[in-house]
């Protein structure tokens, strides 16, 4: 068990977690937590990646209700007027999910509107437009299905992947590959990978994977009306930091049409895809202040201290782990310096694609 469970634990048995709760509530701390969930676990079906799953349906509810409980829940119209300079309430925490996958519709929801629970998600709307696959399930299902002992990538670089033993190292290895690469063409990738890997892809069959995996634009609709904001995560989920300005403009400009196209209102947040800060991105930057987007996400980042100076287009969010226990979800909120901040990925970093 690492330090940061240890010290959760002990918090709680101690009784210390539910009085620094109770002081929180009676004097705010300048923190804005915005957790990130991906995907609940399968119920079956297809070889997908694990790394994107957060948690399961119990877990969800119990964290639903204590944020509701001890915290002011926001959503996207708090945190633009926040960026255009106006005071988010005290003790201030929003909820996201990422991708699009179905379990937001069918499990989330239900638990959102039972307990009057505001949240936001980032779909990306060709692959939910397309019915595509997003590329790191794709990924991950074609490593995972394929009988070679070996595969020999040609593009975008020779690479020889071992397929006798887990099959982890190969499908992160792969992963970052797509998430560090600039200028990668990811269709010519995907389907390099099928022909190495001895595993066939179709259009048709991506549709039915895609339709028992992701949510159609009618579901998205449905959460739309109960409440919930919507917002982009690009068009194919492709890390910005690596595309050309052409690629950068069709996923930026391009998502934002595609979601005024099917939801009727434009976007007003973009949360960036793997969420990788900008800092260093100036023609994201750019490409986000011309589309219109007021403000931009990140992941893994943590919370946001709100004492300083916010940059709209790097608001930090945090991603809710596997098998977190409740003394460590309330000690993470109750205690902002506590929450644990992934670093920039790089080789050596091993989680999933979304
Ligand atoms: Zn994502």
Same mark, same amino acid.
């Given at each position: 068990m690492s330090r940061r469970h240890q010290f959760a634990n002990l918090l709680e048995m101690s009784g210390s977690l539910a009085a620094v709760l109770k002081l929180r509530a009676r004097a705010p701390v300048p923190w804005l937590s915005i957790l990130t969930y991906h995907r609940f676990p399968a119920t079956g079906g297809f070889e997908c990646d694990d790394g994107v799953v957060d948690v399961t349906p119990e877990e969800f509810e119990r964290q639903i209700a204590c944020v509701k409980r001890h915290f002011n829940v926001v959503g996207i119209a708090e945190l633009c007027a926040f960026a255009a300079g106006r005071p988010l309430p005290k003790n201030p925490v929003a909820i996201a999910f990422d991708d699009g996958y179905l379990g937001v519709y069918e499990t989330a929801l239900p638990i959102l509107k039972k307990h009057n629970c505001k949240a936001m998600v980032f779909v990306a709307t060709a692959v939910t437009t397309e019915r595509l696959v997003h590329w790191w399930d794709r990924i991950a299902y074609v490593l995972k299905t394929s009988t070679r002992r070996e595969m020999l990538l040609e593009y975008p670089v020779p690479v020889r992947l071992d397929l006798?033993? &887990?099959r982890a190292q190969a499908i992160r290895s792969l992963l970052l590959l797509v998430k560090l690469?600039? #200028?990668?063409?990811l269709p010519r990738f995907l389907s390099e990978l099928s022909r190495a890997a001895d595993v066939p892809w179709s259009a048709e069959f991506e549709r039915r994977f895609s339709d028992q995996l992701l949510m159609t634009w009618d579901q998205i609709r449905a959460l739309q009306k109960a409440g919930i904001d919507v917002e982009s995560h690009t068009r194919t989920h492709r890390v910005l930091q690596t595309l050309s300005s052409s690629d950068l403009r069709d996923e930026i400009e391009g998502s934002r049409e595609d979601l005024r196209r099917e939801l009727g209102v434009p976007a007003r947040a973009l949360a960036y895809p793997v969420g990788y800060?900008?800092?260093? &991105? #100036?023609p994201v930057r750019a490409a986000l202040e011309r589309s219109g987007y007021e403000i931009g996400l990140t992941n893994g980042t943590g919370p946001t201290p709100l004492d300083g100076v916010v940059d709209r287009f790097d608001i930090r969010r945090q991603t809710v782990e596997r098998d977190l226990s409740n003394a460590f979800f309330l000690t993470m909120l109750a205690l902002p310096q506590f929450a644990p901040i992934h670093p920039v990925p790089s080789p050596s970093t091993t989680h999933g694609g979304g």
């Open positions: 006798t033993g &887990s690469r600039p #200028s990668l063409d800060p900008l800092g260093w &991105s #100036s």
